[in-house]
DNA sequence: GCAAAAGTGTTAACTTTACACCCATGT
DNA sequence: ACATGGGTGTAAAGTTAACACTTTTGC
């Protein structure tokens, strides 16, 4: 791996960024319609060049703050794609990002010239993504889907105070199968990871749900020391 | 085949193999030792820069077929490591690959130039490794304890034909911890992916233990239909 | 015959699953 | 008063964990 061979070069990288949000019952997507070609008029996931002085987890970082005016996002890599073919004009390599954000928190921002607003897009039915997107995001669902069972990221998506059929919901969509009402809520309080709130739902025509929050600082401890979340 | 003969690059990323063996009870990485700066002496992960016209996965099965001879090998992608500075000649973002393989299977062929031989190491007494690639390693065994728990990939690093001791010590090494003999070999049998075959070890001193051999046809019919294999 | 590892079963503790009714609120 | 979702417990089935002695083989 000598680089003196090398031509001097700024990136034929990317990062692309899946963003996961929650809303409405539904999991979603934030995706921008391409301005240019290629793939002018297609969704596309928001990703960007990475610059040469930047590490890839800061433009990652830097390139969803630029979407969304956020930084304090969870968000992990989650694999390379660099197929000669992906992308019509050349070869590039683009390193794919999974963030979970809470919609509600966010407003989206106009974005560069390269594209249109940047919109929540059901994950349910869509229509077909520019590039190799599509494979992107099957691969950041499943990722999404494992990783739900075993760490407790589902609170990324949800408004800091959430119902407990909110969260069984979540895990319901996400999961893509029923679960017991009485088991979840049982097993999910055992962790001891979720803090009853002095505060009930409001403007619901029914009994209206007590409120929670999840203890990050307890979760981390209990990491710390062995604790392992599984659903 | 040495770097100077490689096609023209218009990319500077490359790919690192971190692969993953196991013999005389101990979990084994192979790394080449550099022969030239920098970090000229030091052990390293076998790596090489990623040709204009192959795919990534592509260029991984190369680098590790030029060092071992072998094709067909369990291997998947880990990790994109870009930081600015992990190259200390210019930026070089490198995919790192994750790989087990069959000791016994292999004999280590000579590289090019720019590396000695390629040799087995302990993974747990290891000088320190050139560039960033203590990190990797440390991704890819983490990866790998993982990993081993819920898929069955630690037949991967044994023998064709190998005994339930063999199988517990690959676990007990790997994971870190004691496993209790009983308990474990109900559990691994109780998936019938092992077939038993009529043969037992021989010239040891003590009772021969039968030989098994796992049933990867079997296992891929049951993946299809939902099954999870979780130790 | 002894050293070394192979092979084998039972029980108690715990976890998971299945399941149905009353409660609180808004209209 | 009714529609909507909130909230709650128990028992059976299944899984995991703890534990010790006999067998086979080579020397």
């Known amino acids: 791996m000598e680089l003196n061979d090398l031509p001097k070069l700024h990136s034929d990288f990317s990062v692309d960024c899946v963003v996961f949000g929650f809303d409405k ?15 002018k008029d297609f969704l596309a996931l928001p990703g960007n060049l990475v610059y040469d002085n930047e590490n890839i987890d800061q433009a990652a970082n830097r390139v969803l703050s630029e979407l969304t005016g956020l930084n304090d996002v969870y968000m992990e890599q989650l694999y390379t794609f660099g197929d000669v073919n992906r992308h019509p004009q050349g070869r590039v390599i683009t390193v794919a990002y999974f963030s979970l954000i809470k919609v509600k928190k966010h407003t989206l921002n106009p974005l560069s010239a390269y594209a249109k607003k940047a919109q929540w897009f059901s994950v349910a039915d869509l229509q077909p993504l520019a590039f190799d997107h599509q494979q992107i995001l099957e691969k950041a669902y499943k990722r999404l889907q494992n990783k739900i069972r075993y760490q407790p990221i589902g609170f990324e998506l949800l408004p800091e105070k959430f119902t407990l059929s909110q969260l069984q919901q979540l895990y319901e969509v996400i999961l893509e ?55």
Do not use: C, W
């Not at 009485?182 to 055992?190: P, Q």
């Not at 709130?197 to 990050?216: C, G, P, T």
């Open 177 to 231: 199968k029923p679960i017991d009402k009485r088991n979840f809520r049982k097993k999910i309080l055992s962790f001891g990871l979720l803090i009853e709130l002095d505060e009930k739902q409001k403007n619901v025509s029914h009994r209206a749900a007590k409120l929670y929050k999840f203890n990050k600082t307890r979760y981390n401890n209990l990491k710390k020391m062995g604790f392992s979340f599984e659903l």
């Open 25 to 39: 019952g539904e999991l979603r997507i934030l995706l921008i319609e391409r301005a240019e070609e290629p793939f």
